[in-house]
């Protein structure tokens, strides 16, 4: 069982950053593969960015690269979601979640363990 945790959300104004912060606990979170998702109202769940276990390898939607960055600690059993130049649309709640996987999954039913969510508001 992996327990997640994330933080960092809040209000900020277009071309600001924020900086998101998934704290795991429970078994070794090094063993696992790291994403980001986020859900705005009325709208599916979607893929943001992925890390692969050893933090080798990253990737990212179309919508965010450039502008985010994922990154991991696995010393301190914390992942993190780097968000610079944000735009209104990157308004959602965001949510860590953690699976194990070869190459990084885009798919949300890959993933096993999941946090609550934090909310991330741009304004224009």
């Known amino acids: 069982q992996v327990q997640l945790v994330e933080s960092g959300g809040g209000l900020v104004q277009a071309g600001g950053s924020l900086r998101l912060s998934c704290a795991a606990s429970g078994r070794t979170f090094s063993t696992y593969g790291m994403g980001w998702f986020r859900q705005a109202p009325g709208k599916e ?7 692969s276990w050893s933090g080798l390898s990253t990737y990212y939607a179309d919508s965010v690269k ?16 780097q968000m610079n130049i944000l735009k209104p649309e990157d308004t959602a ?32």
């Open 45 to 51: 769940r979607e893929f943001v960015a992925g890390i």
């Open 66 to 81: 450039g502008r985010f960055t994922i990154s991991r600690d696995n010393a301190q059993s914390t992942g993190y979601l």
């Open 93 to 124: 709640v965001y949510y860590c979640a953690a699976g194990r996987y070869i190459t990084i999954e885009q798919r949300a039913n890959q993933y096993n363990y999941w946090g609550q969510g934090t909310q991330v508001t741009v304004s224009s």
